[in-house]
C-alpha cells in the first residue's frame, strides 16, 4: 500500500475523535499512522478507560507503541483483496467457513533463533503468521530505543532491500526530543531510579493476501508503555492496536517489507485496580515473552 493514496494526516471530519489526545494521531481514523513533516514524536495512544484519569497521565501518554510513530513513512503497497492463497498449508478455505483464525495447528514452534528473535518459520501462511507475531513483539520492545540494539533487531526482520531505509527512518525518529517527550534521556537511556517499559503482546492473527513469495498479516496487540517508578510523570499505560505487516520470502525465512498501525480493536476496560510503579516495574522484570508460532 503506497503512503502516498493516504488521506492527509490531521483531518477532522465532523463527529470525529479528532479533540481525543488518546485517538491514532490525533482521531483521524486513518488506517496507515503517518509522521508529520519535521516531528517524529507526535503523541498518540488510547483514551483512557475513565474520565478520572489526570491530566498528568493525559499529558504522559506521548506513545502507545513506538512502532507506530517510527514506522510512520514505511508502509508497503496494496494487494488486492481477493488473490487466493497460493502457500502451501494454506487455512483460508478454514477461515472462510468460520473457523477462529487463530486456532492453533498443533504443528510444533520453530527452533531456530536469529539472536533472540524466533526463527526458521515455515513457508506457508501458518509461517508467516508466526514471523509476523514475532516481529511485532521485536519491533515493539524497549530495545528497539538503543541504537546498537535496534540495528541487531532489523538485521533479523528485515528484507535486506529494505533495511537501509528502515534504518534512516528509524534513526530519525529515535531522536533526542523523542526520547525527552516519553521520559527518557536525550541519549535514550532511562534515568536512575525508573524502570523504562515497552512491551508488544499479540492476541490473534489473520492472513488478508497471500501469495508464494509476499504475505499481508494483521497482528492484534495489546501492548504496554511507560516510565515505572516513584514520581514518573510517563506513568505505564496500555492500549489495543493493530499491525499490519507485509512479509517477503527471502532466503529462506519471511523478512518485513512494510509495517504500519491502527488504532483498536480495543475491549470495555474492566474494573482491575491499577498496580503500583514497583509493582509493573517487578512484573515486567520477572515476567519473560513467548516465542510465538501457530
Not at 25 to 36: F, S
Not at 52 to 63: D, E, I, N, W, Y
Request: negative net charge; glycine residues 12%.
Amino acid at each position: 500500500m503506497s503512503y502516498d493514496d493516504e488521506q492527509g494526516y490531521g483531518s477532522r471530519d465532523s463527529g470525529s475523535r479528532g479533540d481525543d489526545a488518546y485517538s491514532t494521531l490525533g482521531g483521524t481514523r486513518q488506517t496507515r499512522t503517518r509522521l508529520p513533516e519535521g516531528n517524529p514524536g507526535a503523541p498518540h495512544g488510547r483514551r483512557p478507560a475513565r474520565n478520572t484519569r489526570s491530566l498528568v497521565m493525559a499529558v504522559g501518554v506521548v506513545v502507545l507503541l513506538v512502532a507506530a510513530i517510527a514506522f510512520a513513512n514505511l508502509g508497503g503497497s496494496d494487494k488486492g483483496d481477493n488473490v487466493d492463497p497460493a502457500l502451501p498449508g494454506s487455512s483460508r478455505a478454514d477461515t472462510a467457513e468460520g473457523t477462529a483464525p487463530t486456532a492453533p495447528t498443533g504443528t510444533d514452534p520453530v527452533t531456530g533463533k536469529n539472536g533472540s528473535i524466533a526463527s526458521g518459520f515455515a513457508h506457508d501462511e501458518q509461517g508467516a503468521q508466526s514471523a509476523a507475531a514475532n516481529y511485532a513483539v521485536a519491533l515493539g520492545s524497549a530495545e528497539m530505543f538503543d541504537k546498537a540494539k535496534r540495528d541487531v533487531i532489523l538485521d533479523a526482520v528485515i528484507a535486506p532491500s529494505q533495511i537501509d531505509r528502515f534504518r534512516s527512518t528509524l534513526d530519525e525518529a529515535y531522536s533526542a526530543p523523542f526520547f525527552k517527550n516519553v521520559g527518557l534521556n536525550e541519549d535514550g537511556t532511562t534515568p536512575s531510579g525508573f524502570t523504562f517499559i515497552s512491551r508488544t503482546t499479540p492476541i490473534g492473527t489473520k492472513i488478508t493476501n497471500s501469495s508464494a513469495e509476499v504475505t499481508i498479516v494483521d497482528v492484534w496487540c495489546t501492548g504496554l508503555i511507560g516510565l515505572a517508578g516513584e514520581g514518573s510523570t510517563k506513568p505505564v499505560v496500555d492500549g489495543w492496536f493493530t499491525i499490519t505487516m507485509e512479509l517477503s520470502w527471502v532466503d529462506g525465512e519471511w523478512k518485513a517489507v512494510s509495517h504500519s498501525q491502527k488504532d483498536g480493536p480495543a475491549p470495555v476496560s474492566g474494573d482491575t485496580r491499577a498496580s503500583s510503579a514497583d509493582e509493573i516495574a517487578g512484573a515486567v522484570s520477572g515476567f519473560g515473552g513467548f516465542t510465538y508460532a501457530r
